[in-house]
């Protein structure tokens, strides 16, 4: 049980904040949960999204990788068989799925085997972002002891 929640009060009250209400609107649209899909992490750095999308050849799907957007895009072409078809149960209709992206993450290769499309994504921070150690520099530590220099000791002596 879903209601439409209105943001515009919030947006008329805030400023910087037009990405965060326009992913809580997207997140609230009703969709209809085609093609299913699964998310696996693989490790600290690496994800694979994987879409079930049977009856569809690899010709017939399209994936397109824009700055922190996936979109996995599906439409099958016309059947031109000469049977008739007493119950459809595969699904046929075009799709169009959208996968929000965090910040470095690309997507990598894209692999379509029985029926199940896998696409692997990596997480890569530029070398300018990740944090690095940084030496002190300084003078050596000064001695507990005060000594006279070397020469007026001899002297004294």
Do not use: C
Request: hydrophobic share 40%.
């Amino acid at each position: 049980m879903r209601t439409a929640f209105d943001f515009t009060p919030y947006r008329r009250s805030t400023v910087g904040f037009d990405r965060l209400f326009n992913l809580l609107e997207a997140g609230a649209r009703d969709e209809d949960g085609y093609p299913p899909f699964d998310i696996l992490k693989e490790g600290d750095d690496s994800y694979r999204i994987t879409l079930a999308v049977a009856g569809f050849r690899a010709e017939d799907i399209e994936v397109v990788a824009q700055q922190n957007l996936l979109t996995v895009t599906g439409k099958r072409a016309e059947d031109n068989d000469q049977g008739e078809y007493l119950h459809r149960g595969i699904a046929t209709r075009a799709f169009e799925r959208r996968f929000q992206l965090a910040d470095f993450v690309e997507a990598g290769n894209a692999r379509f085997e029985n029926g199940l499309l896998s696409i692997s994504l990596k997480r890569v921070v530029p070398e300018a972002m990740r944090p690095r150690r940084i030496e002190i520099n300084g003078s050596k530590a000064a001695p507990d002891q005060i000594e006279a220099p070397r020469d007026e000791v001899r002297e004294a002596a």
